[in-house]
Each structure stands twice: as C-alpha cells, then as structure tokens.
C-alpha cells in the first residue's frame, strides 16, 4: 500500500522508508531518537495511523508503537541520522502528535 | 446529528439541529490559539530537541509557519463547508446538514483535533469522557469545552473508522 501523504498547504512530505526502527548506514553514535509521548487528546487508531503513514510501518508494528506510547507515556518510534529525525519530527507535528529527537545512548 | 458515508471518501452531517451546527461553527474560534501560551506550545512546538534553546530558534523560524499555514488552511476548508450549510424546516425545527468531500477529510480531521488541543490545554480536560462526567458536576464553560470537545472526538472516530479506513 502506497502511505506517501501531502497535507494540502504543507510543505511536509512523507517519504517511505523500509520497515526497520534502525536507519542503516549510520555510526551508532550518530544515532537519534524520536520520540512520540502520549496525550489526552489523540485517539489511539490515529496515533496508528499516523505512524503507518510517516514511518511505512505495518499495522502490527505501528499498533505496538502506539500502546507502548500509551502505557509507558512515551516511545522511541525510530532511530538513525539527525537530518531524517528532524524530518519524521517536523511530520509528526504536523499531524499534531507530541513528539522530539534525542541523541541515542 | 447523524453521520453517514456517502461513498468514495465522502461523508456527511445530517439531521442536525441548530445546537450542534453552533458547536461545529466553533471549530475555527475553539482552535485558535491566541492568549494561550500552552495551547501555542502544544500546538506549535519551538524544537525538536527538549531544551535545546538554539534548535528551538532555528524550529520557530523555520518550521512552525509551516505548521500554522498547514493548520489554518484546515480552518478554512472547514469554514467553506460549514458556509455551504443546507437547512430545512419539519414541523417547525429547523435542520442543518453538511456535506465534506473525500478531499476535504484530512483538513476536517486536523481542524476538529486542534480544537481539541487547545480545549484540552485551555480547560485541563480528561482523556476520557467518563472521567470528565465524573468530576465534573456543574455546567460551566469548562463543562461546555467538556461537551463540544468529546462530540468532535465522536466526528474523528467516526472518520477514522468509517470514512479513512483505519
């Protein structure tokens, strides 16, 4: 399934990636971390989606995600380069979802 | 107030009295903002990185306008389709009814969840409906925010699960 989104007057573009939470290519300690953290206000089936979209991610994968996000408040949803995590942050604002990078380790 | 898909992506609000067409029509007034300095960092984070102020400054000046054109251009969508409202009289009660292109669902879904936000930051509302029915025993203008809030919650689940397919 093609998950590439536009959100009309954005300039945000999904990109799709593998399905891995680990971008290769990338010295371990150049690794960062975004994060997405729970809030009252997003349903659980959007927080899914979204993740699906943004990440390409599988149902299953991204329903994992988002109850980790649920229970524990928070969860590293992907890690590799700081130039792609800022990226998948800036797209998981514009989805309105709570979300930062932090470097890995 | 019903809610119906009508096929390729479209849906509608039918049989809508004019209490819930007023709570739609606060969409737009409910997501703004302005004066509140938590709905603002809720809704347009200054950083990517907690507390690191100089990623924040380069966030505010690079990102978030990006945000809120995308944001208030899904007012707008919203406000064009509440403007093409229909209406009609039955026994002397008048009846709204909207219909939302298969285009414009993403901006709907966006419009009602950042009223939410900032409802939520403004009024310090509960994740759940019930939670907020149990604490909450006078009608207030928190319990008003309380009611608008979980009927828009009532609109998203019904787009992501009837309209999106999720």
Known sequence: MDWKFRMEGSDVEVVEIPEVGLAGDVELDQLWNVLVFDDPVNLMSYVTLVLRRIFGYSEERATQLMLEVHQSGKSVVWSGARERAELYVQQLHTYQLQASMEKAG | ?166
């Open chain 2, 1 to 166: 107030m019903q809610l119906q898909a009508t096929g390729g992506g479209a849906w509608e609000m039918v049989e809508m009295r004019e209490m819930e067409f007023h709570l739609l029509s606060s969409i737009g007034p409910s997501a703004n903002v302005s004066g509140d300095e938590r709905a603002t960092r809720r809704l347009f984070p200054t950083g990517a990185i907690s507390g690191e102020e100089r990623e924040g400054d380069d966030w505010k000046e690079l990102v978030v306008p990006d945000l809120e054109r995308a944001f208030r251009n899904a007012i707008e969508v919203v406000n064009g389709d509440l403007a093409a409202v229909e209406q009609s009289e039955r026994e002397g009660e008048v009846f709204f009814r909207v219909k939302v292109s298969a285009e414009h669902t993403e901006h709907w879904y966006s419009a009602l969840n950042q009223a939410r936000l900032v409802l939520a930051e403004k009024f310090g509302l509960p994740a759940s409906e019930e939670e907020f029915l149990s604490e909450s025993a006078v009608v207030d203008e928190r319990w008003l925010a309380g009611a608008q809030s979980y009927l828009y919650a009532v609109i998203q689940t019904f787009l992501l699960e009837s309209v999106m397919g999720v």
